[in-house]
């Protein structure tokens, strides 16, 4: 059981400072309260075809690591509690 909990530490702090660069990485991709108040919508090729391009690859990886990490967190909380 010990030997589990190592490996499972180990993989959690590597997904975490994987979640902490992909955070840092991460572009501003929202424009406000101004574009809420005009209602401005972009209705482009980029826009249909954001997640093939590099943000929207580190925005997948990001919400997959960041579920993997609450995952990890609850099954070590568990471990450790027994």
Avoid: C, H, P
Avoid at 28 to 45: C, E, M, P, Q, R
Wanted: glycine content about 8%; charged content about 15%; overall charge positive.
């Amino acid at each position: 059981m010990g030997i589990i909990k190592t490996i499972l530490t180990i993989i959690y702090v590597i997904i975490a400072l994987i979640v902490i660069i992909l955070a840092l990485l991460q572009a501003k991709d929202d424009s406000g309260l101004s574009s809420a108040i005009t209602g401005s919508t972009t209705n482009n090729f980029y826009e249909k075809n954001k997640g093939r391009t590099k943000e929207g690859k580190q925005k997948r990886l990001m919400i997959i690591s960041s579920i993997i990490f609450a995952i990890l967190s609850v099954v070590l909380g568990i471990l450790y509690l027994a």
